[in-house]
């Protein structure tokens, strides 16, 4: 069964730093990860899908790295702004089955 | 989300009366899923479909039954709804297996 792991659960951090988010998972035979966005009381917004054969993918400020045989994932988010404090989460299938997600990590840039 | 709608937004019920969720898509997406969350348990797949009357349980669905009648719609049902299932319950979608996911605004249900 897969379990997914993210670490830190909260994160609190000055405006403009660089930042990582580490997202783990058990079981390594996967086809892609989908890192989502959720902001208070809101449904989630995905920010990227990597898929397995892909080593990472880029949006504006954000870049997610994937490996498989170690089972992580990264979301490096550069520069933050107040604006990205939300709660991050990453959610693998398995296998042919449904996403699986990790329970998040919440994400504070204070100005 | 564009293309993916949920109603109600917000419901209050009493203990054991049935309530039915709706999820709308207009993307003709193939795959439809309903997921709940909770603190302390994230999100977690309660039922799935992978095309009209086709159906399979997830990780949570005892007390829960959903049917899919015509693609754009998925409906969850609680027959007797219970304090336990006090939620925010989101529903989303796929193209493909495996895809990326498009999510609902979700459904915050209250049993009292």
């Known amino acids: 069964k897969q379990e997914v792991t993210q670490i830190p659960a909260a994160l609190s951090v000055p405006e403009g730093e660089n930042l990582v988010l580490n997202c783990s998972f058990t079981d390594s035979a996967i086809y892609n990860l989908q890192w989502f966005r959720q902001d208070p009381g809101k449904g989630l917004t995905s920010l990227l899908l990597i898929q397995s054969s892909q080593r990472e993918q880029t949006s504006g400020r954000l870049n997610a790295s994937l490996d498989k045989s170690s089972g992580r994932s990264t979301l490096y988010i550069a520069a933050s702004q107040p604006g990205d404090s939300a709660t991050y989460l990453c959610a693998v299938p398995s296998g042919n089955t449904p996403l699986v997600f990790g329970k998040g990590t919440r994400l504070s840039v204070i100005a | 989300d564009a293309g993916i709608t949920q109603s109600p937004r917000h419901k209050v019920t009493e203990t054991g009366t049935p309530v039915t969720l709706r999820c709308h898509q207009t993307?003709?997406?193939?795959?439809m899923y309903w997921y709940r969350q909770d603190p302390g348990h994230g999100l977690r797949l309660i039922h799935y479909?992978?095309?009209?009357?086709?159906?399979d349980k997830g990780e949570v669905s005892d007390g829960y039954s959903v049917s899919r009648s015509k693609t754009e719609d998925f409906l969850l049902t609680l027959e007797s709804a219970t304090s336990s299932q006090t939620s925010v319950y989101f529903c989303?979608?796929?193209?493909?297996?495996?895809?990326?996911?498009?999510f609902g605004s979700g459904t915050r249900l209250t049993v009292v």
């Open positions: 989303a979608i796929s193209d493909r297996v495996p895809g990326g996911y498009t």
């Open positions: 479909s992978y095309g009209v009357k086709d159906t």
């Open positions: 993307e003709n997406h193939r795959y």
